[in-house]
């Protein structure tokens, strides 16, 4: 159904979504450009920032203690699995690397099946945010404006401190080279775990931030976990500005062909990653020979 | 005959057990039956190492995770409550299967659990190990119709027989039916030909209607059943929304929803997907303009997205707690199923209850669990009583036949009690709103 409105509506729509899809990627991104490690627990963090936020909110009632609290929850969740587990697998073949994220990832749903059941549960949004929001011929939710504006405050708060700063610099280094980077008297472990903290916060908080839009249910992350790492293909394994980028065309993507055919939206995007891989294989914005 | 317990048997003993032998080899015709029976009742798929010991076992396979986890925990718990009340005698289901006592045929009903995750390939594997493992003479599980399908066409070929869980696709008992699978509840074309005329009176003719549908076969057969029984009253798609299972966000499907000029919504998508798509189309303001349908009810939606967006809603369902104050087997069931579980019982786990008390049934009226011969039982098209009056198993494709239920959501303020979502507007019988037994391609297998 390709008419004009419905396009620009769709062509906002990508942008949203695709925002949000770019914060959640790009935690992803820098664990692994930083790392080494593919975190497949990695939608499991998003699903529990959400879960965090909604107990806090339950606790409080407020949205902005919901949102510190899943944020900083996952941080301490993150820095805790790291230095406990991940840890001990650096040294191990990539596969063994799946494999124990895969099984964090199951352990961190169970858990919280266990402890919320399966039944959704919601986290609204602020008042001031609740409602719609008519921009034109297009009618769209208060709130997913604002969590496009959270997103891409997010993304760039991320930016200034990966580019603007010491800890941004020695992680860009650690994605370069961290054998060098510790030879120049750098605790790799320390930045490590703090960089495993810094990407399951960029979930968490993409996690709670959400929660408003979605329902939650502990199956929440399966979903999203797919199409983060299409995004991360795309983009460029590793590299920031390719999540971002790669957020945007994904949400673009999934949009603009549900116009034509909605039952090919997510296939588009798979082609779209084929295409990418075949063309291009280290991503748009990926450096050949790294990760 | 009684043989010592250590050393060789004593002479007596066995003169005695000789002399009982050369009886009854002269007696002519003493061994017949037993050969003619086996002859007639080959080994056939886990008979008869199945009902061997003095108990039998069922598997189950619900999703007990992902999309339409909360749906498969409700269907569970009607099935873990026929099995105690098969064993247990238990009044309600000796009312269903007037011959049961206690267990079936004797045996006690064990049963083993596993989580589908609503899949196929998972759901297949899980009762292939029911079935090696522990000789399973009947299994159950789906709250897909993807995975209805599949359990189908496996039973057929492992020769084990099948009762299906919640499956709304016309194609489990159309072009997909098999000889040992059974459908208890209502579906896409029972569904839309119930809520259709009631749709066009309450919402008018010539209606602009919009579909959201999940992309398999139940979303395709419910969503075409609908559009083809709305549109002699000049009901017209504007567009039809496809969407995959688990889609983690509905804003794209919405906007095309909300840019088609659509009257009606009608959603098919089912489990936390409908809770996902309800409450964004809410989001998006849709709900405001157009007016919502669910073409086929969704256990626990009403909770899950709350009163004031199910208010005024119709939907078709297969049950509804209310429905205890008209049928008695109804009140018996919402009561005991309450008392055990601390919560209203939903259609899920109705059909799930059902399901097992009509095998239990049929096993008994065969008084044998020899699969052919329980499959003729079933077929025999006995009337029996259930939680909504009196049903029959369709012997041309397996389709049980029952009423369908039409609700109408009620306002909060309306509600007498926190579980008093929906209002029963009309009790549709069965006969009329089914297909011929042909009209969807079933042709259903040989028995052995």
Redesign the interface.
């Known amino acids: 159904?390709i008419?004009w409105?419905?396009f620009v509506?769709?062509l906002f729509?990508?942008l949203?979504?695709g925002a949000l899809l770019a914060l959640i990627s790009c935690g992803l991104t820098i664990i692994y450009g930083t790392l080494g490690v593919l975190n497949l627990a990695h939608g499991a963090m998003f699903m529990l920032g959400g879960y965090a936020g909604y107990v806090a909110f339950q606790a409080t009632g407020s949205y902005v203690v919901a949102v510190a609290f899943g944020a900083l929850f996952l941080v301490v969740v993150g820095a805790v699995i790291e230095r406990v587990v991940i840890r001990q697998f650096y040294d191990r073949p990539p596969e063994d690397q799946i494999l124990v994220t895969f099984g964090i990832g199951i352990v961190i749903?169970e858990l919280v099946?266990l402890g919320f059941g399966?039944?959704?549960k919601?986290v609204p949004p602020p008042s001031w945010a609740a409602g719609?929001t008519p921009m034109g011929f297009l009618?769209?939710?208060t709130?997913?404006i604002v969590v496009l504006a959270i997103a891409a405050a997010a993304l760039a708060a991320l930016y200034i401190v990966l580019y603007r700063t010491r800890l941004g610099m020695i992680v860009r280094a650690g994605i370069e080279d961290s054998g060098m980077v510790g030879m120049l008297g750098i605790n790799v472990y320390r930045v490590f775990m703090l960089v495993f903290g810094v990407g399951a916060m960029a979930a968490g908080f993409a996690g709670i931030v959400n929660a408003p839009?979605?329902?939650l249910?502990?199956?929440?992350g399966?979903?999203?976990l797919v199409?983060t790492f299409v995004v991360v293909v795309i983009g460029g394994v590793g590299s920031f500005p390719g999540a971002i980028l790669g957020g945007l065309i994904a949400g673009e993507i999934?949009?603009l062909t549900?116009?034509v055919?909605?039952?090919y939206?997510?296939v588009m995007l798979f082609v779209v990653m084929t295409l990418v891989l075949l063309l291009r294989p280290q991503g748009l914005l990926g450096l050949k020979g790294r990760a | 005959m009684q043989f010592a317990r250590s050393g060789a048997p004593k002479r007596r003993d066995v003169l005695k057990s000789g002399a009982v032998l050369a009886a009854t080899a002269a007696l002519p015709g003493f061994w017949m039956p037993m050969a003619q029976a086996a002859e007639d009742q080959p080994a056939i798929g886990t008979w008869p190492a199945g009902s061997a010991g003095d108990s039998v076992f069922i598997g189950i396979s619900v999703p007990r995770t992902g999309t339409y986890a909360v749906q498969g925990e409700d269907e569970l718990k009607g099935y873990m409550l026929a099995v105690e009340h098969i064993n247990s005698g238990d009044p309600l289901l000796r009312a269903i299967s007037p011959k049961t006592t206690k267990g079936v045929l004797g045996k006690k009903v064990t049963y083993g659990v596993a989580d589908s995750e609503a899949k196929p390939n998972t759901a297949v594997q899980e009762q292939s190990r029911f079935i090696s493992q522990n000789k399973a003479v009947l299994f159950t599980g789906s709250t897909s119709s993807a995975v209805a399908v599949a359990l189908n066409k496996f039973a057929q070929r492992e020769k084990v027989l099948y009762v299906t869980g919640i499956s709304g696709s016309n194609d489990t008992t159309g072009k997909d039916c098999v000889r040992y699978g059974f459908r208890q509840c209502f579906y896409g074309q029972t569904a839309a030909a119930a809520l259709a005329p009631v749709l066009i009176k309450a919402i008018g003719k010539d209606k602009k209607a919009a579909y959201l549908t999940p992309d398999y076969t139940y979303g395709h057969t419910v969503q075409k059943s609908m559009e083809e029984y709305l549109k002699p009253a000049g009901w017209t798609t504007v567009t039809n929304q496809v969407a995959p299972l688990g889609a983690p966000d509905y804003s794209s499907y919405l906007l095309n929803v909300a840019n088609s000029g659509a009257d009606v919504l009608l959603n098919i998508n089912w489990g936390h997907d409908a809770v996902l798509s309800t409450q964004q189309a809410k989001q998006f303001g849709i709900l405001a303009k157009q007016k919502l349908v669910i073409p086929y009810q969704i256990p626990f939606l009403a909770k899950e997205v709350g009163a004031e967006l199910t208010a005024g809603v119709y939907a078709a369902t297969d049950f509804w707690w209310t429905l205890q104050d008209k049928f008695p087997l109804a009140k018996m069931f919402v009561e005991s199923f309450e008392k055990k579980y601390g919560y209203k019982p939903e259609w899920g786990a109705e059909n799930a209850y059902m399901s097992f008390a009509m095998w239990a049934d049929a096993v008994e009226r065969a008084g044998t669990f020899y699969p052919p011969a329980v499959i003729k039982a079933f077929e025999a098209g006995q009337h029996i009583q259930s939680m909504v009056g009196e049903v029959w198993m369709r012997a041309a494709d397996h389709q049980l036949v029952r009423p369908v239920v039409i609700v109408q959501g009620k306002r909060p303020a309306d509600m007498k009690s926190p579980d008093d979502y929906w209002e029963v507007v009309e009790i549709v019988p069965g006969e009329g709103v089914m297909q011929a037994p042909d009209a969807f391609g079933c042709k259903l297998g040989p028995y052995t």
């Open positions: 159904m008419t409105p419905n509506s769709q729509n990508g949203a979504s749903v099946r399966s039944l959704t919601t719609v009618i769209y939710p709130y997913r839009v979605v329902s249910t502990p199956d929440l399966e979903s999203i199409q999934l949009s549900s116009m055919n909605p039952a939206s997510e």
